[in-house]
């Protein structure tokens, strides 16, 4: 517990609590930046350290890549971009990549957002570019390479893509990687901006 953080090595990132444990703030220091509080508890650690102390006080997020808003859970961000993915395959993904930071435990990594008109069209996996995966240091690559290779035999991913993907999970388990680099490059050319995702026509009202 600290009221300030100065110049982490790492980004770091922080739970501003009141005496009730009421969250006030949330938020992540940059190795060249300093928080200050003048709440009476500053609880410091990891983003998954971060998600589970605010649950305690606020319930489980919708998925683990939304941001505490000071009242409300929320998707949020500048750099956003979405993946579509077929409807069977959307969700047990979003699973599979929860499951390397938690393990046994269940829940969703990034939601997932429905076409609202066109059932024929890929729901879409919601993440920002500054994303991050802590894989845990015993992260089970298995229900992702399941996922992964459903993906290989229809003919949406290619085998040494998998491959490449579980066998960097495995040799960074207990390390902090960017989402956005496990994207296989054959996904790539699908991938959405926001722009685009509404022109598609995803978030009408």
């Known amino acids: 517990m600290s009221g300030e953080l100065a110049y982490p090595n790492q980004p770091t990132y922080w739970v501003c609590r009141d005496e009730s444990g009421q969250v006030i703030r949330s938020g992540i220091t940059q190795p060249n930046q300093v928080t200050i509080t003048g709440q ?12 589970t102390d605010i649950s305690q006080f606020r319930g489980n997020p919708a998925a683990w890549n939304y941001e505490w808003n000071g009242e409300e859970w929320q998707f949020a961000g500048d750099n956003v971009f979405y993946i579509p ?11 599979a990549l929860f499951a390397l930071l938690y393990g ?15 059932p024929t069209q890929y729901p879409l996996l919601q993440c920002r570019s500054v994303d991050v995966v802590p894989l845990a240091l015993d992260a089970d690559p298995t229900p992702l390479a399941e996922v992964l290779q459903t993906t290989v035999d229809e003919g949406a991913l290619l085998q040494s893509e998998c491959d490449a993907i579980v066998a960097a999970v495995q040799e960074q388990a207990g390390q902090t990687v960017n989402l956005i680099d496990f994207i296989p490059a054959s996904w790539q050319a699908f991938v959405m901006d926001r722009a685009a995702a509404e022109a598609a026509g995803y978030f009408q009202q």
């Open 40 to 51: 009476p508890v500053m609880v410091i650690g990891s983003r998954a350290e971060q998600v």
């Open 104 to 118: 046994t435990q269940d829940g969703l990594y990034c939601g997932i957002i429905p076409h609202p008109t066109d």
């Open 85 to 95: 993915a077929a409807p069977h395959i959307a969700e047990p993904l979003s699973r």
